[in-house]
């Protein structure tokens, strides 16, 4: 069955990074696209970029461009985030999800979500 | 301000039909296409409808989603308790070129 198991929760300080991990299982992992979206607490769902594993291009969202990359190890079936000079406002639960097909908002397995607390 | 708008709460009793809405722009529902994720609490999102319509394996055929112009809707027949969530829609942007999703709408069985 798909899986998608994501890292443990993680507090940073502001100006700080943080990278996320995704490992995907039960199907090829090179075939789909992840997208990730984050919730902040109590808040609705953003999102924040997506990578296509096969060809390694990248789309991010406006708000975190210059801020984040998203890789993938194709060996490995795992995902990654790394978003720098991070912000109380980007306190949230960090989700990855395998893209359904070839349209990006389309994500039909998510993992079981990140939470990135950004405090001083 | 999400840039697709939903009304923050709705509500029914079990059995009854509701309607969830979402507005957009010509630069995301007018021309994407739509889909639609329900969040229980305390849970990572689910895709409930996909490509304005089409359900993935396994959502009941109580759920179905319609596009019309600008805007679409989510309809719940049938409503249970366990339908109890959060519903966010979500459409490709072409001016801001990524994915914007809907404030979200906080679906009470009463």
């Known amino acids: 069955q798909v899986q998608l198991v994501q890292s443990g929760g993680d507090v940073k300080k502001p100006g700080a990074s943080v990278k996320v991990s995704c490992k995907a299982s039960?199907?090829?992992?090179?075939?789909?696209?992840v997208s990730w979206v984050r919730q902040a607490p109590g808040q609705g769902l953003e999102w924040v970029g997506w990578?296509?594993?096969?060809?390694?291009?990248?789309n991010y969202a406006q708000k975190v461009q210059g801020r984040v990359a998203m890789t993938t190890d194709t060996s490995t079936s795992t995902a990654y985030m790394e978003l720098w000079s991070l912000r109380s406002d980007d306190t949230a639960v960090y989700y990855c999800?395998?893209?359904?097909?070839?349209?990006?908002?389309?994500?039909?397995?998510w993992g079981q979500g990140t939470l990135v607390t950004v405090s001083s | 301000q999400s840039v697709l708008t939903q009304p923050p709460s709705a509500s029914g009793t079990p059995g009854q039909r509701v309607t969830l809405s979402c507005s957009g722009s010509?630069?995301?529902?007018?021309?994407?296409?739509v889909n639609w994720y329900q969040q229980l609490p305390g849970t990572a999102p689910k895709l409930l409808i996909y490509t304005n319509n089409q359900r993935p394996s396994g959502v009941p055929d109580r759920f179905s989603g319609s596009k019309s112009g600008t805007s679409a809707s989510l309809a719940i027949s049938g409503l249970q308790s366990e339908d109890e969530a959060d519903y966010y829609c979500?459409?490709?942007?072409?001016?801001?070129?990524?994915?914007?999703f809907g404030g979200g709408t906080k679906l009470t069985v009463l």
């Open positions: 010509s630069s995301n529902i007018g021309g994407n296409t």
């Open positions: 999800a395998r893209v359904k097909g070839i349209v990006v908002e389309s994500n039909d397995y």
């Open positions: 039960g199907y090829t992992f090179a075939n789909y696209g």
């Open positions: 979500a459409a490709w942007d072409d001016s801001l070129n990524g994915v914007v």
């Open positions: 990578i296509s594993p096969f060809r390694g291009n990248t």
